[in-house]
């Protein structure tokens, strides 16, 4: 801990032990071995870490199929709703396409 910049000392000392719980989880620490430790281990083994230069170990986040399906679903519908709002009918009962608040305005 000493090694480290002022800075980086100040910072470990004022985070939080879920936090450092958090970090060490994510940089391969076994988490119930994390849980068993005091804060005083939980901020010395950040700083080793943070020493040796180690990043944390980012997983992708897991996706469920079925999740994803709905979402998937809810975008299409959704798309498809957008593409009939800019359909309007005119005086004459017929489709025509909205203009976009893009076009010059004449004066």
């Given amino acids: ?9 100040q910072q470990i000392k004022n985070m939080a032990d879920e936090r450092l719980r958090t970090k060490l989880v ?5 988490e119930e071995l994390v ?11 950040y700083a080793e870490l943070l020493l040796e230069g180690a990043k944390p170990k980012v997983a992708p986040a897991p996706v ?5 399906r709905e979402r998937l679903a809810f975008e299409m519908k959704n798309g498809k709703q957008s593409s009939r709002d800019v359909k309007k009918k005119n005086k004459d ?8 608040s893009c076009r010059k305005k004449k004066m």
């Fill in 26 to 30: 994510a940089a391969g620490y076994e």
């Fill in 35 to 45: 849980w068993s430790w005091d804060r005083e281990k939980l901020i010395s083994r």
């Fill in 1 to 9: 801990m000493e090694k480290l910049s002022a800075s980086h000392q």
């Fill in 64 to 68: 469920d199929p079925a999740l994803e």
């Fill in 93 to 100: 009962g017929k489709l025509s396409k909205r203009r976009g």
